[in-house]
């Protein structure tokens, strides 16, 4: 089970931390991603994160502005966001797949959290 948390209403140029914890039976390894939707289009990928850390993908759009993490231990994984923009606005989701490496598509993951809402002012 996966819980997103950490949106919210935030001015342009501002940040915000999203966590996303894992619970329950979690199949190691996993690698984790990050999707965000906004109001009336589709959901599109934000990055990915494999299962050591050591690899990260992000999409275009918020290359230099959004950093993912994880910790193992605590089961946990975070997406930092920086210099906001309007456009952010979305839901965001994390979802896990098995396996060691990164995936990019939404059907590269099995498992999926309920999204927490981010909305920038501008």
């Known amino acids: 089970q996966l819980q997103a948390s950490g949106g919210g209403l935030v001015q342009a140029g501002g940040s915000l931390k999203l966590s996303c914890a894992a619970s329950?039976?979690?199949?190691?390894?996993?690698?984790m991603g990050w999707f965000r939707q906004a109001p009336g289009k589709e959901r599109e990928f934000v990055g990915s994160?494999?299962?050591?850390?050591?690899?990260?993908i992000y999409a275009d759009s918020v290359k230099g502005r959004f950093t993912i993490s994880r910790d193992n231990a605590k089961n946990m994984g975070y997406l930092q966001i920086n210099s906001l923009e309007p456009e952010d606005t979305a839901v965001y989701f994390c979802?896990?797949?098995?396996?060691?490496?990164?995936?990019?598509?939404?059907?590269?993951?099995?498992?999926w959290g309920q999204g927490t809402l981010v909305t920038v002012s501008s």
């Open positions: 329950g039976r979690t199949f190691r390894p996993y690698y």
């Open positions: 979802a896990t797949g098995s396996g060691t490496r990164v995936g990019r598509f939404s059907r590269d993951y099995r498992n």
């Open positions: 994160i494999s299962w050591s850390g050591d690899t990260t």
